[in-house]
């Protein structure tokens, strides 16, 4: 029987852990912890990711703030509102929502974030440090984080003589991803748009790790007969069964026919998604532990 991973109680077990966290440091004295999510434009699904972020942080006991910026906002603008969450003092975390508009150039906003604010993981302090094998001084990427507690459920720490294959090699996903698979001991190789021949680099992969963006591309002959298969994409498609007009959440694997395949296979919705925001929340505490000068918890 496949194992249909459930991100959804994974994400509630860390979101407890981080709730006691914030509870025990604050009745020892300390502020809560405070988490500054930065939104810029109106594109809906972002605004639906950020109120989740921001009802999550809430639910967990932290100061939660929200900065909704109008897509007409200069990159000057933007840059003076991190610089003002770097100088405040009751600030632990700072999430920049991406994509930002067209005319923003993302990278001098992220990499003016304090890596020690930055809970997205994306600043070069925090990505050189995992790509040195330091995970425990430096903040993780969120959803490659979650994704790695998805595996650990199935295979434990040590992937030790398991083929990995991620697809995708972005900064936010693919990238450190493969790099937490490899501190794993796990033998990673990275796919993108430019591999031959990925269906037949998935058939030599224990561990598939789908981050692409493209519906239902993985297919079950792409599949090693009792592979764990770890969904990340998000895709939108149309419903027509739901009702003219209506979507619906898929991901990158062919969930139906890849089950069957599969030893265990995280679906979309309920997979990594609700993982990635545990994760926000897990760093957000870590970041405030450590400002205030108390050993922090690991997640
Ligand atoms: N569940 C969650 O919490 C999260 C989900 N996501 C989802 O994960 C997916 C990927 O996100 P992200 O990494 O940010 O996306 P990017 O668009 O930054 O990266 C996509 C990657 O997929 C590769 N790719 C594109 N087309 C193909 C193809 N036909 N064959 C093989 N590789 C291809 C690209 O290759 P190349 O580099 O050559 O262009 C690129 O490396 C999206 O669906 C996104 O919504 C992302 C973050 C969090
Ligand atoms: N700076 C930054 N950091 C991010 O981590 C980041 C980002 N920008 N931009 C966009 C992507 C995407 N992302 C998701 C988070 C949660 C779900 C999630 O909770 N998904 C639910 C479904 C939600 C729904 O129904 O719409 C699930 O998969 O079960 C999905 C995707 C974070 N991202």
Not at 45 to 60: F, L, N
Not at 141 to 156: E, Y
Request: charged letters at 20%.
């Amino acid at each position: 029987m496949t194992v249909v991973i459930d991100g959804k109680a994974a994400a509630a077990s860390v979101i407890e852990a981080v709730t006691s966290a914030a509870t025990t440091l604050e009745s020892s004295g300390h502020r809560k912890p405070g988490l500054a999510v930065v939104i810029v434009g109106d594109d809906p699904a972002s605004h639906a990711y950020v109120s989740a972020k921001s009802r999550m942080a809430k639910q967990c006991g932290f100061n939660s703030i929200q900065h909704t910026l109008p897509e007409e906002t200069s990159q000057e603008d933007l840059m003076a509102l991190v610089a003002a969450l770097n100088a405040d003092p009751e600030i632990d975390g700072i999430l920049v929502q991406l994509p930002l508009p067209k005319h923003l150039d993302s990278e001098p906003v992220i990499q003016s974030i304090l890596p020690e604010k930055d809970v997205d993981g994306l600043h070069v302090v925090n990505a050189g440090k995992l790509a040195t094998g330091d995970l425990k001084t430096g903040l993780l990427s969120c959803t490659p984080a979650g994704a790695m507690i998805l595996v650990r459920q199935i295979h434990g720490k040590d992937l030790s003589g398991l083929n990995a294959l991620v697809i995708g090699r972005s900064n936010l996903f693919g990238k450190p991803m493969a790099q937490l698979l490899l501190n794993a001991s796990a033998t990673v190789t990275i796919g993108h748009s430019k591999s031959r021949d990925l269906p037949e680099l998935a058939r030599q992969a224990d561990i598939l790790v789908a981050a692409v963006g493209r519906a239902e591309m993985v297919k079950a002959d792409w599949l090693k007969p009792g592979a764990t298969v770890i969904d990340v994409g998000i895709n939108r498609v149309a419903a027509p069964e739901k009702g003219e007009g209506k979507f619906k959440l898929v991901g990158d694997v062919a969930f139906a026919e890849c089950k069957p395949i599969a030893k265990a296979i995280s679906p979309v919705p309920g997979g990594v998604g609700p993982m990635t925001i545990a994760m926000l929340m897990a760093n957000t505490v870590i970041a405030a532990h450590r400002r205030a000068g108390v050993a922090a918890p690991s997640f």
